[in-house]
């Protein structure tokens, strides 16, 4: 598969270094030479110099005989022009652009293709904003995953001393919480992928993937912390589009304050958002977070655009008392370093805009990918097709079929209804099934397995 | 200064005037009364003045923002002392010319105070008289709130500026003066002959229902009788007065727009009538609360209802004998007076966008003690009210106040009145009220000449919203 990638920011060198690690053929355009020539020096990807929705410059990138064009440019403008050219040009079959001006998003019926031809509009701002908000309505879990629009979740949880669960094997769930159906999908330990059984025992400090519906979430996670109280003072540090979409979502639920340093934003911000209190100073300032009694504070979210300021307001906001900081960390190599700290969660911007992704270069009929543990790990909503002979899947109960090593089924959605997989559960067509890959090297193997066999036609 | 082109102006206005002294002529005719050669003579003499100031003055100058001060002023003033004239000619009514300036100035700021009794007994063309001057201010004080002021920026109205984002936007609301104008007249028209046919509907004389419709749309208050609206005692009248006073305190820009969009919800997003609605069940519960409490009223549901929309939206019709009522209403009645209707009504008093707009900035200041680094902009309807507006408000307020007491201890100084009766003779005067309490509750005859000029004073300077006057009586203004 063919791949063009215009723009060689952070969103697209994130997703042209998770590509060309699957055998994709990539081509990157950007217009700054010295960008290109570092990835190019790390990645095994072609790259072109030149104005990305240039026709010529598109052409010389091979646009022709291209599968796939993602425009993930700083200018929305220069995004949907390459889409268009794409389209009118080289007939390119899909089209990925992404917008971040909520302007254009105001109306669906902007981009259709006999006016401005894109396929699916990516909004890395929105992405990273949903994540910190389904953070924020489940205290204590990692990550919080959406699956068949919402009703199945998949949340990831840190066992904690304490919780009744922990220090238990898994099949005694089952005791704890007779009425609810859930099945754990994953266990890191130490970093490391365990398959779950149902005598493993769960250790404190254990990174636990869990599968269940989304009413039933809040009560298994309680299974493995000690009964998280729901927030209610939020703190947001930084009032750029993620903290001011932020607070617009949150405001009705939650307390909430933003910090922002630069004071006509201030004004902006108090002017578009209604109960928010916005104020006006520097999110690493002591004096202030002391002022705002910042160890009342249930939550605090650093999503500045700078990482350091995250990070360091981050951890000032932990040792004066906030029980939970989520930090907003771009750079790779400062995820490494704080998560497990004294930061409680650190949001990557890339790899929530990556997921969205990667559900469009996916063979076969793939619904939705979260791209997990920083691109090592997936979980994949596939859907179901064929019958009995020509699938590998359907008709056939979760325990025959031959799953490859690190994968397992969390979830069934069939029409409206949920099924927990278990072993005796048989999956028919049309069913979208919930996977989890603890290695992303099981991905193609997971890809052939919904592929509908063509021998059988 | 363009005085010439001034005059021009003001003879404009003071022909256009005359005319309407025609229909008064027309009533005496119809009833067969012997005003006809009173208002004759009046109108020949306004004509005659209006052309010549309209004709002699050599000048082709434009009129300019800036003289919209003084015309103004001149309007209200130039109009309501030659108006003055009929009331001065009718020999039978025995009139000093104070009090006949006192009698038109009241009825075109429609403040609705009168120096008058015995009503019931005046010929019809004068009360039809009198109640047109209530209703001709009306009209121009819709121009005035909506159109003019925003325009001069006086007191924060430039709030309404079609150009400005505030509560009342729309593109509708044409930029011109004169198109304004004329959308809103024919909305005052046409609520006027509304509230005729429902008076009429009512059980109301076609004539009475006539009168009261100019003064309830102008939220005036005169009345053809001396017992107000609690001449007819009944309870279909007092409902259409209440229901027209309440339309017409409301912004007339705001009538447009929902008449526009046809849209009548758009009322309740207005966070000003949100307020007005918000004070008036406020009062409203009160007053009842004690006036069944206390026993002083034989329906107290009713009489309180009714009090309390007039007194508050500063139109001053009586169905009771409220200064009777114990001494906390009367009072927080003439107080809930002084924040008065919405701004770009018919209404006086200070305005409730701008209590309104007080009120958020003392939170404001609340807030900003609590979060001293906080950024609070104060929004009305979500839209940011610059800093600006907020200053002028609060400077207006500032001023009113200030003259309320000035004028009220002029008032001590001029004669020997009691604390009841001077503040609310300044308070129904400057708020265009109307009926005060002790010695001014029946009428304001027992006051000496130099207290009534101070009334017409304060009476003016409540309805060009304080500024506008003042601003004339700086020397710098002449000197430009």
């Known amino acids: 598969m063919k791949i063009l990638i215009i723009g060689a920011g952070q969103v697209g060198g994130t997703l042209a270094e998770n590509l060309a690690s699957e055998a994709f053929d990539i081509t990157l355009i950007d217009i700054n030479a010295t960008r290109l020539y570092e990835l190019k020096d790390r990645l095994d990807i072609q790259t072109v110099h030149g104005h990305g929705s240039h026709p010529d410059v598109l052409r010389r990138a091979g646009a022709d005989d291209a599968d796939l064009l993602v425009a993930v440019t700083e200018s929305d403008e220069v995004n949907i022009v390459a889409c268009q050219v794409c389209y009118t040009l080289f007939q390119t079959p899909t089209k990925i652009a992404r917008i971040r001006s909520a302007s254009y998003l105001l109306r669906d019926s902007l981009f259709q293709s006999e006016h401005m031809p894109i396929d699916v509009l990516i909004n890395p701002e929105g992405v990273v904003t949903e994540h910190i908000v389904q953070l924020l309505k489940h205290p204590g879990a990692l990550q919080v995953l959406n699956f068949a629009e919402g009703r199945v979740q998949l949340v990831a949880v840190r066992a904690v001393f304490g919780g009744p669960l922990v220090g238990q094997a898994i099949k005694t769930l089952r005791e704890h919480i007779p009425k609810v159906d859930t099945r754990v999908a994953a266990i890191f330990r130490r970093g490391r992928p365990i398959t779950p059984t149902g005598d493993t025992v769960i250790e404190v400090d254990d990174e636990v993937f869990i599968v269940a519906a989304s009413e039933h979430i809040d009560l298994v996670m309680s299974e493995l912390r000690r009964v998280e109280?729901?927030?209610?003072?939020?703190?947001?540090?930084?009032?750029?589009?993620?903290?001011?979409?932020?607070?617009?979502?949150v405001e009705d639920r939650f307390s909430v304050k933003v910090i922002e340093f630069n004071e006509p934003r201030c004004v902006e911000l108090a002017e578009k958002l209604n109960r928010t209190v916005v104020l006006n100073g520097d999110a690493t300032d002591r004096e202030l977070l002391l002022e705002e009694n910042i160890e009342q504070c249930d939550a605090f979210c650093a999503v500045t655009n700078d990482d350091e300021v995250n990070i360091m307001s981050s951890l000032l906001a932990k040792r004066l008392g906030v029980r939970q900081v989520m930090t907003l960390i771009g750079k790779r190599a400062y995820v490494d370093l704080v998560q497990?700290?004294?930061?409680?969660?650190?949001?990557?911007?890339?790899?929530?805009?990556?997921?969205?992704?990667l559900s469009h270069v996916r063979r076969g009929d793939v619904a939705m990918v979260h791209s997990l543990r920083r691109g090592a790990a997936e979980a994949i909503e596939a859907i179901a097709h064929g019958d009995k002979r020509t699938s590998k899947v359907v008709g056939r109960t979760i325990g025959e079929i031959d799953l490859p090593k690190g994968t397992s089924i969390g979830a069934l959605v069939r029409d409206d209804e949920v099924l927990i997989a278990h072993d005796d559960v048989i999956i028919e067509t049309d069913d979208h099934v919930i996977l989890f890959l603890s290695d992303k090297q099981q991905v193609a193997a997971v890809e052939k397995l919904f592929q509908v066999g063509l021998t059988f036609f | 200064m363009h005085l010439p082109v001034i005059?021009?102006?003001?003879?404009?206005?003071?022909?256009?005037?005359?005319?309407?002294?025609?229909?008064?002529?027309?009533?005496?005719?119809?009833?067969?009364?012997s005003t006809v050669p009173t208002f004759a003579v009046a109108f020949v003499i306004t004509l005659v003045t209006g052309l010549l100031m309209w004709r002699l003055p050599r000048s082709d100058q434009e009129l300019r923002a800036g003289d919209g001060f003084l015309v103004t002023v001149l309007f209200y003033l130039g109009l309501g002392l030659v108006g003055a004239l009929p009331l001065y000619l009718f020999d039978p009514l025995e009139s000093s010319f104070t009090n006949a300036a006192f009698e038109s100035l009241s009825g075109l700021t429609t403040t609705g105070a009168t120096v008058y009794s015995g009503l019931d007994d005046l010929p019809r063309s004068i009360l039809f008289y009198r109640n047109l001057l209530n209703w001709l201010g009306g009209m121009g004080i819709i121009v005035l709130a909506v159109a003019i002021l925003p325009m001069l920026g006086v007191g924060g109205m430039q709030l309404y500026r079609a150009e400005s984002p505030g509560p009342v936007k729309d593109s509708k609301l044409t930029p011109r003066i004169t198109e304004t104008a004329k959308a809103l007249w024919y909305l005052y028209v046409g609520l006027t002959g509304a509230c005729a046919l429902s008076y009429w509907v009512a059980g109301m004389g076609a004539f009475d229902a006539i009168c009261h419709s100019f003064s309830t749309v102008a939220i005036g208050g005169f009345s053809t009788h001396d017992l107000s609206i609690g001449f007819f005692d009944s309870v279909a009248i007092e409902s259409v007065a209440i229901a027209f006073m309440l339309l017409s305190a409301i912004n007339f820009g705001l009538h447009f727009v929902v008449v526009s969009r046809r849209n009548p919800l758009l009322y309740l997003?207005?966070?000003?009538?949100?307020?007005?609605?918000?004070?008036?069940?406020?009062?409203?519960?009160?007053?009842?609360?004690?006036?069944?409490?206390?026993?002083?009223?034989?329906?107290?549901?009713?009489?309180?209802?009714?009090?309390?929309?007039?007194?508050?939206?500063?139109t001053g019709f009586t169905t009771a004998n409220f200064s009777g009522w114990p001494s906390a209403v009367p009072m927080l009645l003439i107080l809930a007076a002084f924040a008065g209707g919405c701004a770009g009504s018919t209404a006086g008093g200070i305005k409730m966008v701008r209590v309104l707009l007080l009120y958020l900035q003392g939170q404001r200041e609340l807030r900003r003690l609590i979060h001293p680094t906080g950024i609070f902009p104060i929004k009305l309807a979500g839209q940011r009210v610059p800093n600006r507006v907020i200053e002028t408000v609060w400077s207006f307020f500032a001023a009113y106040v200030f003259l309320f007491l000035t004028l009220m201890t002029g008032l001590f100084l001029i004669t020997e009145v009691d604390f009841q009766t001077a503040f609310s003779a300044v308070g129904a005067c400057m708020n265009n009220l109307g009926p005060g309490l002790g010695a001014v509750a029946e009428n304001y005859a027992a006051l000496p000449a130099g207290a009534k000029w101070l009334l017409i004073f304060a009476m003016l300077l409540g309805r060009l919203e304080i500024f506008t006057l003042l601003v004339l009586l700086t020397p710098e203004f002449w000197r430009r």
Do not use: C, H
């Not at chain 1, 109280?229 to 979502?249: C, D, M, S, W, Y």
């Not at chain 2, 309407?20 to 009833?31: K, M």
């Not at chain 2, 004070?279 to 009489?303: F, H, K, N, Q, Y």
């Open chain 2, 269 to 314: 997003r207005d966070p000003e009538v949100r307020a007005l609605a918000f004070m008036l069940t406020v009062v409203g519960v009160i007053v009842v609360t004690v006036l069944s409490r206390e026993g002083d009223s034989p329906a107290p549901l009713r009489e309180a209802l009714f009090q309390v929309v007039s007194i508050s939206t500063t």
């Open chain 1, 229 to 249: 109280k729901p927030f209610k003072k939020v703190v947001i540090a930084g009032g750029g589009n993620i903290g001011l979409r932020l607070a617009r979502e």
């Open chain 1, 340 to 357: 497990g700290g004294d930061i409680d969660i650190a949001v990557s911007p890339q790899q929530a805009t990556t997921s969205s992704l």
């Open chain 2, 7 to 33: 005059i021009r102006v003001t003879g404009v206005l003071l022909t256009l005037f005359s005319l309407t002294l025609l229909s008064p002529v027309l009533v005496a005719v119809i009833y067969d009364e």
